[in-house]
């Protein structure tokens, strides 16, 4: 297999080209006279191919060193611009980040978060799928995004990803200003299962949690209606009707602080164990791979919302 070509002294060659002087071109390059024209033998040689005649006072470029020149100038400018990417990505203010978002990760752990990246990386090319965390997931593995953040309490064993949990997202339940329930200062569970539920996407292990409660006081089925990834039609579901919606309260504050909505959980008794009032969140990347250096400013950025691992 042919050695390599030494990208400085191609670079020495196109200096050469271009002043048809060995002084000059040599001080480009920073070099002696000597230093420069043993760079331009020494390429010569690899290459087999005579790229410039030179006498006494002159120096012009031969009819094969113009054609190999040609190609000469495209490798020295993909090899700047890769110098400049690698740059980029190192510690500039561009860089590209592929990641995913579960709906309560853009209401919640990243409000605010991709603004303050993007300001601190203003070239920064950003793509983010946003979907249930079991689609995120197998956008991981497809290698399709390097990190997503979502609800993955069942992968924190699983040694092929590292899970960095962050602070859980207080849940409730809500109704709209104006639903029989709304005036009720307490309620019991046989309240609510008079009405449907509408919610995101309910955790197992929540969903078990309330059956169990509801079995409790002698109620067998669980009153959830309705399942939609779609926030807009579930905030229709809940202020044009009287569905119960079960979800963070992060993406309806607007409606609770205008009075659209209110919150029913806190009026039930017995009071709900606190663990079925918050929903965890997390950072979930493969175990062994070197995230891009955009990944890691934007970890950074989340960081101080992590906690330990339980």
């Given at each position: ?150 609800y993955p309490a069942m992968l924190a064993a699983d040694p092929r990803y590292r899970v960095t949990p962050l602070a859980p997202q207080p849940v409730s339940l809500y109704a709209r200003n104006g639903h029989p329930l709304a005036a009720c200062s307490q309620l019991s569970p046989q309240h609510l299962v008079a009405y449907p539920w509408a919610c995101i996407q309910m955790p197992p292990e929540i969903a078990g949690s309330l059956r169990h409660l509801l079995r409790q ?94």
């Amino acid at each position: 297999m042919p050695a390599p070509i030494d990208l400085r002294k191609v670079q020495h060659a196109q200096w050469l080209a271009q002043e048809l002087s060995f002084s000059k071109a040599a001080a480009l390059a920073n070099l002696s006279q000597t230093a420069f024209s043993r760079s331009i033998q020494v390429l010569e040689s690899e290459l087999g191919l005579r790229l410039f005649d030179r006498g006494t006072r002159f120096v012009q470029v031969t009819s094969a060193g113009a054609k190999w020149l040609e190609h000469a100038a495209d490798v020295l400018a993909k090899s700047n611009t890769m110098r400049a990417l690698a740059q980029d990505l190192a510690d500039g203010d561009g860089g590209e980040l592929a990641m995913g978002a579960s709906l309560l990760a853009v209401s919640g752990v990243l409000s605010g978060v991709l603004n303050t990246l993007r300001q601190q990386r203003p070239k920064l090319r950003l793509r983010v799928e946003c979907s249930q965390w079991e689609v995120l997931l197998e956008h991981l593995l497809a290698d399709r995004i390097e990190l997503f953040i979502g609800y993955p309490a069942m992968l924190a064993a699983d040694p092929r990803y590292r899970v960095t949990p962050l602070a859980p997202q207080p849940v409730s339940l809500y109704a709209r200003n104006g639903h029989p329930l709304a005036a009720c200062s307490q309620l019991s569970p046989q309240h609510l299962v008079a009405y449907p539920w509408a919610c995101i996407q309910m955790p197992p292990e929540i969903a078990g949690s309330l059956r169990h409660l509801l079995r409790q006081v002698g109620i067998s089925e669980f009153p959830i209606q309705m399942e939609c990834d779609n926030q807009t039609l579930l905030r229709e579901a809940l202020l044009c009707s009287d569905t119960l919606v079960l979800t963070w309260e992060s993406w309806l504050a607007e409606d609770i602080a205008q009075g659209r909505v209110v919150e029913l959980a806190s009026r039930i008794q017995p009071a709900l164990p606190a663990h079925l009032l918050q929903l965890q969140c997390a950072i979930v990347q493969h175990s062994h791979r070197t995230l891009s250096p955009a990944a890691h400013q934007l970890i950074n950025l989340i960081a101080p919302q992590s906690q330990p691992m339980p």
